[in-house]
């Protein structure tokens, strides 16, 4: 029986998408091309990248080297059977006749790749393998992979022929540098439901594994019921001096991590992809993650009281991707810091059996979000979801840092997404769990929210009390439409609560906009009561006509967000879903459009 979850048809989204092939990529213009991808507030692989770490907020001058090279568009090497080139047959390869003194050629290829013993897999700088693809798959089962590469010298797996090889695996744990994995079809062993791929506690390996990249690759299981918490993509590092870095999974396929559409409230957590401690600098681009028994992305785990600031995840990037139709939700943060999910695709998140998890994107995660922030959503499209985008706040001072740090809470930041066809667009609730010594300290968090259009029965709600938190919401320059119920931004005030209502179109077309502005700290040229004028509403085309009171609206010429962004990571993200820079002229266009 599955879960009960109503698919929507896609809508006509050809406004901004391009690629042409199918493919979702939203604002690449050219996809697969050699070239960087252009997704507002997610640096390429090369660029410079934030450095400090937190406590300390970085700054547009702190800045580090990227990767060092072109992890994501570089070609594999030619195969020239050269000293070390391998060349694989699943269906043609004998590793007693293989060519180039046993490296294999196409002519005479090898059956088993170099450096496996049982379940061990040792790999060296410099080595090139090559698997003809499918049908037919090369039986891998457990491994235990150890090979360091290097920037000069890096480790190349790749696919040669039209269909991809496929690798049956289970688990893969990894101690690894330097590596490029292209055009691989991973898939879990007909007999077991499980695929993992690990990055500690291998073979006694204490070197962090770093510089990993999966290019154009599939990971998928059966998609049957997995009895346990887990993960398909786990990373961890050892320590704050061995970190686990530069992960990068380009234009790849996740799906059927255990049972998405499973008949009960259960669990058992199977998420997609996990970095947990000591990880960051990873990159999920171009990608789709669906089917997934728990969270496509989640940032960290539950209850992690202990570890200081710098052993949680940091700088980690979500753009360009589809997440659809899983047990849990799309994106799950706690326990980390300056995580960007931009221009990515969500839908579908519906569950009758467990409503709690028809949440889309969860910036901070209430009781297990401790000491997080500065999560960003931008430029993103999501539809069909009990609630959009949840922001549940909690913070407090540092736990085993000496002497104590104060932090100043969350910091999150929705700017410029499309949300529709959801039962609640931004679910905004501050809390003040403290679950360790010192007790006297204070909350502080803060929840911007600029340049949305969020077309919703219920837009923006606040659920729960501020408790002992303190708690500010600035709304600017958005668009709010379609409320049923009696607030179109149903905002309740309490003490601690800061909401300031400034430069927004709220309408509501079947009757009056209700506004509780004496809750309101700040209440300023707001438009009221005035038809956005979309292009075409039943075609989900929510792109205001040149005519709409939305555009070049006399209220702020910019909003602080955009340059609160540039000031922290030396990046600009002023732009619409479809690329257009903000302003067009002096006077920036309210919600997540920019006319031009």
């Given at each position: 029986?599955?879960?009960?979850?109503?698919?929507?048809?896609?809508?006509?989204?050809?406004?901004?998408?391009?690629?042409?092939d199918?493919?979702?990529?939203?604002?690449?213009?050219?996809?697969n091309?050699?070239?960087?991808?252009t997704?507002?507030?997610?640096?390429?692989?090369?660029d410079?990248?934030?450095?400090?770490i937190?406590?300390?907020?970085?700054?547009?001058?702190?800045?580090?080297?990227?990767?060092?090279?072109?992890?994501?568009?570089?070609?594999?090497p030619?195969?020239?059977?050269?000293?070390?080139?391998?060349?694989?047959?699943?269906?043609?390869?004998?590793?007693?006749?293989?060519?180039n003194?046993?490296?294999?050629?196409v002519?005479?290829?090898?059956?088993?790749p170099p450096?496996?013993?049982?379940?061990?897999?040792?790999l060296?700088?410099?080595?090139?393998?090559?698997?003809e693809?499918g049908?037919t798959?090369?039986v891998?089962?457990?491994?235990?992979?150890?090979?360091?590469?290097?920037?000069?010298?890096?480790i190349?797996?790749?696919?040669?022929?039209?269909?991809?090889?496929?690798?049956?695996?289970?688990?893969?744990?990894?101690?690894?540098?330097?590596?490029?994995?292209d055009?691989?079809?991973?898939k879990?062993?007909?007999?077991?439901?499980?695929i993992?791929?690990?990055?500690?506690?291998?073979?006694?390996?204490?070197?962090?594994?770093?510089?990993?990249?999966?290019?154009h690759?599939?990971?998928?299981?059966?998609?049957v019921?997995?009895s346990?918490?887990?993960?398909?993509?786990?990373?961890?590092?050892?320590?704050?001096?061995?970190?686990?870095?530069?992960f990068?999974?380009?234009?790849?396929?996740?799906?059927?991590?255990?049972?998405?559409?499973?008949?009960?409230?259960?669990?058992?957590d199977?998420?997609?992809?996990?970095?947990?401690?000591?990880?960051?600098?990873?990159?999920?681009?171009?990608?789709?993650?669906?089917?997934?028994?728990?969270?496509?992305?989640?940032?960290n785990?539950?209850?992690?009281?202990?570890?200081?600031?710098?052993?949680?995840?940091?700088?980690?990037?979500?753009?360009?991707?589809?997440?659809?139709?899983?047990?849990?939700?799309a994106?799950?943060?706690?326990?980390?810091?300056?995580?960007?999910?931009?221009?990515?695709?969500?839908?579908d998140?519906?569950?009758?059996?467990?409503p709690a998890?028809e949440?889309?994107?969860?910036?901070?995660?209430?009781?297990?979000?401790?000491?997080?922030?500065?999560?960003?959503?931008?430029?993103?499209?999501?539809?069909?979801a009990?609630?959009?985008i949840?922001d549940s706040?909690?913070?407090?001072s540092?736990?085993t840092?000496?002497?104590?740090?104060?932090?100043?809470?969350?910091?999150?930041?929705?700017?410029?997404?499309?949300?529709?066809?959801?039962?609640?667009?931004l679910?905004l609730?501050?809390r003040?769990?403290?679950?360790?010594?010192?007790?006297?300290?204070?909350?502080?968090?803060?929840?911007?929210v600029?340049?949305?259009?969020?077309?919703?029965?219920?837009?923006?709600?606040?659920?729960?009390?501020?408790?002992?938190?303190s708690?500010?919401?600035?709304?600017?320059?958005?668009?709010?439409?379609?409320?049923?119920?009696?607030?179109?931004i149903?905002i309740?005030?309490?003490?601690?609560?800061?909401?300031?209502v400034?430069?927004?179109?709220?309408?509501?077309?079947?009757?009056?906009v209700?506004l509780?502005?004496?809750?309101?700290?700040?209440f300023?040229r707001?438009l009221?009561?005035?038809?956005?004028?979309?292009?075409?509403?039943?075609?989900?085309?929510?792109?205001?006509?040149?005519?709409?009171?939305?555009?070049?609206?006399?209220?702020?010429?910019?909003?602080?967000?955009?340059?609160?962004f540039?000031?922290l990571?030396?990046?600009?993200?002023?732009?619409?879903?479809?690329?257009?820079?903000?302003?067009?002229?002096a006077?920036?266009?309210l919600?997540?459009?920019?006319?031009?």
């Open positions: 029986m599955p879960c009960n979850m109503t698919r929507q048809n896609s809508p006509d989204i050809s406004n901004y998408l391009a690629g042409g199918g493919i979702f990529r939203m604002n690449d213009p050219d996809g091309t050699n070239r960087p991808w997704y507002p507030g997610a640096p390429f692989v090369t410079n990248l934030p450095a400090a937190m406590p300390t907020i970085p700054t547009s001058g702190n800045l580090r080297t990227g990767w060092g090279y072109d992890a994501a568009f570089e070609q594999p030619v195969f020239a059977e050269g000293a070390q080139q391998y060349y694989m047959s699943s269906t043609r390869g004998d590793d007693g006749t293989a060519g003194g046993g490296n294999g050629t002519a005479l290829p090898r059956l088993t450096g496996r013993s049982g379940d061990n897999w040792t060296n700088a410099g080595d090139q393998l090559y698997f693809g049908p798959e090369y891998l089962g457990d491994l235990d992979i150890t090979g360091r590469g290097t920037a000069a010298d890096r190349w797996v790749t696919t040669v022929g039209g269909e991809k090889a496929i690798f049956e695996v289970d688990q893969v744990k990894n101690s690894i540098s330097h590596i490029i994995w055009n691989i079809d991973f879990s062993n007909d007999a077991d439901n499980t993992s791929f690990r990055y500690h506690n291998v073979l006694g390996q204490t070197e962090a594994s770093h510089h990993i990249a999966y290019r690759c599939m990971f998928h299981a059966n998609g019921f997995f346990g918490s887990s993960s398909c993509f786990g990373m961890e590092g050892f320590s704050a001096s061995e970190i686990c870095e530069f990068l999974w380009y234009d790849c396929d996740v799906f059927d991590i255990g049972a998405w559409d499973h008949p009960a409230d259960i669990g058992n199977y998420h997609a992809f996990q970095p947990a401690k000591w990880t960051r600098y990873m990159w999920l681009i171009n990608s789709r993650v669906y089917h997934i028994q728990g969270d496509s992305w989640q940032t785990t539950s209850n992690q009281w202990t570890y200081v600031h710098e052993d949680r995840p940091h700088y980690m990037w979500i753009a360009g991707c589809e997440m659809y139709e899983n047990y849990e939700n994106i799950d943060h706690k326990n980390c810091y300056h995580i960007i999910a931009t221009s990515n695709l969500i839908h998140f519906r569950n009758a059996f467990k998890n949440t889309a994107f969860t910036l901070s995660q209430d009781s297990e979000g401790y000491l997080s922030g500065y999560h960003w959503a931008i430029n993103n499209i999501i539809y069909n009990g609630v959009a949840r706040s909690t913070s407090a540092i736990l840092e000496a002497p104590h740090t104060q932090v100043q809470g969350d910091r999150n930041y929705i700017v410029g997404n499309l949300i529709y066809d959801v039962d609640e667009g679910e609730e501050p003040s769990f403290d679950h360790t010594d010192p007790s006297d300290r204070t909350y502080s968090e803060f929840c911007g600029a340049l949305n259009t969020i077309v919703s029965d219920m837009p923006v709600t606040n659920p729960r009390g501020a408790g002992s938190s708690y500010t919401i600035d709304i600017q320059n958005n668009i709010v439409y379609g409320a049923t119920v009696s607030e179109d149903a309740e005030a309490w003490a601690g609560l800061t909401c300031n400034l430069d927004n179109l709220v309408d509501r077309p079947a009757g009056s209700n509780p502005t004496g809750n309101f700290d700040s300023l707001n009221i009561d005035q038809d956005p004028e979309f292009t075409n509403i039943g075609a989900k085309n929510f792109i205001p006509l040149a005519s709409s009171p939305a555009v070049n609206n006399p209220g702020a010429v910019t909003t602080p967000i955009l340059q609160e540039a000031d990571y030396g990046m600009s993200i002023s732009e619409d879903l479809v690329g257009t820079t903000r302003p067009q002229g006077i920036i266009d919600g997540a459009y920019e006319v031009a």
